[in-house]
């Protein structure tokens, strides 16, 4: 079945350190894959998306490129902030019928000024 | 504000007692998507709705759940008799009626269910 398969946390980085939260799927057919963020006490917020291979999905000094050789959806980010620390979550769609999003467990970053 | 709205933020009922949570999805959405999401981990499909149909229950748990989206309203998640064991977070999503398979879902800021 569809899946997604979660680096496990918490991760605690310097402020400007660089950021990786690894992120592989398994589904059928072309999924689109998405990191969603979430801070305290609130609900999800779309980070970014990609919709099919090789996209390349950015926002707010994040990135993860769709890569279906590797099954990957790795999130990066070159120079993390405190105001970063949240809950990451990785999550894809598939495209053959169900429209519900399969989660990853989420990555609890923390970052120390 | 146009977001996802979702009340209450926070309810607490005992043990056998009714817990009613409320979504109401963005302006010009149609579909509704609820999750939970127990302490620590992350967030699993419970029910998909559009309006006066359930579309995909397959992550509803078979008793004391229930689902709605009327006509009029927002969407109604229903817990019957609640036991300890739903404590949880409870999330509504919402994404407009077009080809949605790359539509991303946008989330209200959730129901934190506490049973005591």
């Known amino acids: 079945g569809d899946s997604v398969t979660q680096m496990e946390g918490p991760v605690t980085l310097s402020e400007e350190a660089f950021l990786t939260i690894n992120c592989t799927y398994t589904?059928?057919?072309?999924?689109?894959l998405f990191w969603y963020v979430q801070y305290p006490g609130e609900g999800l917020q779309l980070l970014l998306k990609?919709?099919?291979?090789?996209d390349k999905g950015s926002n707010k000094g994040f990135e993860a490129t769709y890569r279906k050789e590797t099954t990957s959806f790795h999130l990066e980010k070159g120079s993390v902030q405190v105001s970063d620390s949240a809950v990451y979550f990785c999550a894809l769609r598939t495209s053959t019928g169900a429209n519900n999003l399969f989660f990853g467990t989420g990555t609890r970053l923390t970052v120390i000024p | 504000n146009a977001g996802v709205m979702q009340n209450p933020r926070h309810l607490v009922r005992r043990r056998g007692q009714e817990a009613r949570l409320r979504c109401s999805p963005m302006k010009g959405h149609s579909h509704v998507y609820w999750y939970r999401q127990l302490p620590e981990e992350g967030l699993k499909f419970m029910v998909y709705l559009q309006k006066e149909n359930i579309i995909d229950e397959s992550g509803m748990p078979k008793e004391r759940f229930s689902a709605e989206f009327p006509k009029e309203g927002p969407s109604i998640l229903r817990i019957q008799q609640v036991v300890r064991g739903d404590s949880a977070a409870y999330f509504c999503?919402?994404?407009?009626?077009?080809?949605?398979?790359?539509?991303?879902?946008?989330f209200g800021d959730g129901t934190r269910l506490s049973i005591l």
């Open positions: 990609a919709t099919k291979a090789d």
């Open positions: 999503a919402s994404s407009p009626p077009s080809d949605h398979s790359n539509q991303p879902q946008h």
């Open positions: 589904a059928t057919g072309y999924p689109s």
